[in-house]
């Protein structure tokens, strides 16, 4: 039974091993679809924002746009 447990467990890690791996291959991708984008001319930092803004939800978007507004009004920034 224990052979068992340890092989299990030794297949487990090996799995989150690989898909570290694979997620390490995957940022490395991105990083150079960024850089692909910034040579041709695009804001890679505003697109870092759109990213993280189509992955809200519409309702959380709107609730942040709105109080976003409210502290740039009461700062001036407008």
């Known amino acids: 039974m224990a052979e068992t447990t340890d092989d299990r467990l030794r297949l487990l890690i090996e799995r989150i091993e690989r898909l570290s791996e694979e997620g390490k291959g995957i940022a490395d991708d991105i990083r150079d679809v960024y850089n692909e984008a910034k040579a041709v001319g695009y804001d890679v930092k505003i697109m870092r924002q759109v990213v993280r803004l189509r ?17 740039r009004s009461a700062l001036g920034l407008d």
């Open 55 to 71: 992955k809200m939800k519409p309702d959380d978007r709107r609730e942040m746009d709105m109080v976003l507004e409210t502290y």
